[in-house]
Every structure is written in C-alpha cells, then in structure tokens.
C-alpha cells in the first residue's frame, strides 16, 4: 500500500473522521477494503451515484470475500433479500444517493429502514461517499 492508504485505513480503523482526495484509479478502495477485511463483523456503506462503478467495486470486494450488494432503483424487492440486507448479512452496502431520501416522491427501502430500524443503524460502522 501506499503511505496515504495506510495512514487512512489507521484513521477509518480508529474511527476517526477521515477525508481522502485522490483522482480516480490512485487507490482510494484500498481504504475502503482494508477496514472490512480486518472487521469482518463490520457493516459499511459507500454513497456511490453510478451504477458502474457501483458494479465494479461490488467485484472488487468479492474478490476479497467481502459480501457486499449494491442498492439503486435495480435492487429487487424481494423480502428475503431485504431481510439479508437488515439482519447485516452483508458487510458492505454500495448505494446511490437516491435510495437515502426522498425520490420519485416516495422514500426508498433503504431509506426507511435507515429511518426506523434502529437495530438495523447500530450495525453500520462507516459511512464512504465517493
């Protein structure tokens, strides 16, 4: 890793606020991937708008074992998934910044159950926003 990754994974690892700027494609996942491999029990979600990317930071985290969804206006809503996803069967959540609050004039899953599930909020131990 480079000396920027480390000293912000120790930072996100003593849950400090932490605040990287770097271009794309300079390491800035790494950060993310090396809290969740060393806190597995540990739920975090990225705030990321594209669905491309999205996707490929979803492959990135399975190439580490991470389990990890991407919630947008794709994500089915299938109870069991939504069950998985609030029991924290996932350690990492990657969502569009849609699904937080109001869209379309109603609210999301996501963002309900943010809003009303207590249980469900004390599991999430960082927020990203990439």
Known sequence: PRAFQVVASLAILSGRDTLITAGTGSGKTLCLLIP???RPKSMSITILPLKRLQMMQVQECEKYNIRTIAINEDTPHDPGL????R???YQHLIVSPEQL???NGHLPRL?????Q?????SK???VHVD
């Open 36 to 38: 969740m491999l060393l």
């Open 82 to 85: 939504w069950e998985s996803i």
């Open 87 to 89: 029991n924290g069967y």
């Open 101 to 103: 609050g109001m869209f």
């Open 111 to 115: 963002a309900r159950l943010i809003r």
């Open 117 to 121: 599930d207590r249980v469900f909020t």
């Open 124 to 126: 999430i131990s960082r």
